[in-house]
């Protein structure tokens, strides 16, 4: 039993690293044989997957579906935005910024470590009274907390600009950026999830008085992983920022929560593979139908068919919970599936009889 | 005086339809477990139907009815379509279903329609102002007013009096021994689902009234209404959801009358503040009266 101790990093690093691998290569390969297009794409979806993995990291290994991390990426994107703007759009239109913030202008890596220094500290406010809830409660403040922050931002009209777009950001946030920040993401949630914190958290979702009896510290444990998955979605915030040449509140609510929501469910929320499986397959579709919603506008004088993507996301959400509540991945890691395929068909060629319960 | 006469006016006729909506909301609730995300949708839907039958020419006394009765069927077959296969599931995987039915429909009445707002031509004498007691009460707040009472006094008649609707007040608190009593779970649930339409489409003839407008999302802020009454008002009970409803309109117009300037956009911020705290200290709130899930 020696190597147990340690046999979980093991496990973890060579899961994260093969799946980290895999879209490093992918999205590189895309990205420069592509053209603008496809960077462009490449960059959008390795954002997207820094929230499902961030999603992943609280729900998948909690059992509370947050509707709220958006709000942590909405947060990262003006705080870093505000940092970086010139001060000369800042002064002009958002007069109630702190003039400290608006004659400044800062570095985007500065920028980023303090936007998400703020983003753990708030999450770290939130997420205290937050983690004493546990199912339907806990997404219903999740819920909340995305809404107040939305009106927040929205109304708080002299700082954020309110509902008018926000623009100026000095456009820093390579596709490289993005990659590597995926890549390492999906190592560092994988590396969580096999830690003994993730396990007892995981324990706590299949039976939470059953784990507190065992001595699993379930709120601590849930408030740890609240924080480094709103650091996540507020990283994705801090890059999407500097990405796109202007955004609103709007962007950081109801349909991109539904978006990275149903990437983490519909790929398996319980793995690391399948937030990555679920991101890659409903961006994918998403990109498809967004060109059909274009290539359709115009034809018979019908204005695009808006909103298409957007409807199949949410039916292919519900499919699956009808019909695959678990997610297509499944329950094992992609390194688990093979370990446990080879120890099989290990033993079936030796031929020994084996309890079924110790396969 | 008259100011403030005004303004109690305004939240008695606000806080009905709150309260209509939250009952909407609250007796699916009940019954189901189910928090129907989607439940705004079905007033959109209302306030669409409204939107293509008076456009073409329909006259009021047969859109208005058309109206309620096409909510009314759209409930059912929200229940029968989107909700049975998951019924049973876990509180979480029904509200991620009702997510997912809510925004496919915002996302058809998109592409159905217009993205834009579309005006819904209202008759001229909805617009009036009535004097009463020498305080200028709209024709519609006056009307709003009147169709909530009515519609509370006609669901208490229908729950205290009706089969079917003591055996949904028996499936709030125990819908395992409602079915052992010989009544189908599937009736209980129709009914349910057909009162929360009905409910829809009513509000709907009232909030198009009003606004004279029908957009894809206007069925967000109704949800958010109907949501935060409910949980004030203590999910689990129809009194308390209408409770909440009153509650949470006087709360709005206290603030919206007493608010710095500044802070007033801020409003719905704190009004779901508050539903976070509600859970925070009676999280069993969510849960009063909701003892056991078909």
Redesign the interface.
Known sequence: MSGRSNSWVRSAVLGGGTIASLLVVGATLLAVTGGPVMDRRVSLLCINLLVVLGLQTFTGNSGIVSFGHVAFMAIGAYASALLTIAPSIKMAALPDLPTLVAQSQLGFVVAMVIAIALVALIALAVGTPLVRLSGSAGAIATFALLVIVNVVLSGWTGVTGGRRALYGMPGHASTTWAIVFAAVAVLGVRVFRDSPLGLQLRASQDDEVAAEAMGVAVRRGRLIAWVLSAVLAGLAGVLFAHFVAAFSPQQFFLAETITTLAMLIVGGMRTVSGAVLGAVVLYIASEVLRGVESATAGVAGLPGLFGLAQIVIALVLLLVLYLRPQGLWGRWEINESAQRALRRRSTNSLRTVRPSHLD | MKYYAQQVVNALSLGGLYALLALGLGIVFNILGL?NFAYGELVAIGGYVLFVLLGAGVPLAVALPACVLVALLAGLLMERV?FR??RG?????L???S???S??L???F??AV??RAQGVPTPDWASGVVQIAGIGVPVVRLVTMVVTVGCLLGLLVFLRGSDIGIAMRAAAEDFTAVRLMGIKANRVVAWAFAISGTLAGIISVLVVAQTGVVYPTMG?PLL?KAFIAA?MGGLGSLAGAVAGGFLLAFIEVGLQATLPEGAL??R??FV??V??LV??VK?EG?LAGKREQA
């Open positions: 928090i989107a296969p998951v599931a876990s509180g979480v995987t509200l991620l279903t997510f997912a039915v925004s496919i915002q996302n058809s998109l592409i217009s993205p967000v958010f949980v956009a801020f719905d911020a779901f503040a539903v976070v859970l925070l999280p969510l």
